[in-house]
């Protein structure tokens, strides 16, 4: 494995790992339901697996966006001589934009997505701002096919340009490998912390981390940007 394959791979790792651990919404669901509807351990295991799948199956379908966009962009005669360059700075800015807007969104308290458990075990999803009121009607009854339609709308952005880069270098290998490991840390993740709720430990106090995923994951791509234009990652 080459060093800039290498680079790309971390990215996704530290991505999916922080996007995941650090909202609540990945895990949360899961570890009621299973504690108020008395699932079995191989059922709750079921439907996080499925829903990870579902949550990487749009991330993907965006990031192959990227990859054909990249594609396209390496048969252009011009862009041959300045491939590497260019696309190391493509990606770049798509961590600096990212990282900006990500930073404006947790300044603006822009709405997210939250959920509230009542008594009985039954769990409600709504929008709202923090310091907001939520009304009753604007709240929508969790049940494991609605969980798995929310995982499914809900992509992690980041992958695009790690895909975009080696859709430019026409590298198959590095998307299969990127969507692989995005993949299996995604799912690995979210299942480690709800076995780790479901067993009644909670030492991982991610709440206010949440309002900065899109931050983090700005940064994270950045970093990488940084390692391939300027330090020959």
Known sequence: MNIGLTTLVVSAVTISC??????PDHYLPFIVLSRSKKWTMSKTIFWTVLCGFGHILSSVVIGLIGVLLGWQLSKLTWFQDVRGNMSGWCLLGFGVVYLLWGLRQAYLNKPHKHFDVYEGGDIYVYEHRHGDIVYPQNRVKVTPWILFAIFVMG?????VPLLFYSGSHRSSLEVVVLISVFTVTTVLTMLAMVLIGCYGYSFLKTDKLERYV?????AVVTMCGIGMVFLGW
């Open 18 to 23: 922080l996007h995941t651990a650090t909202g």
């Open 155 to 159: 992509p992690s952005e980041p992958l």
């Open 214 to 218: 899109h931050a983090i994951g700005g």
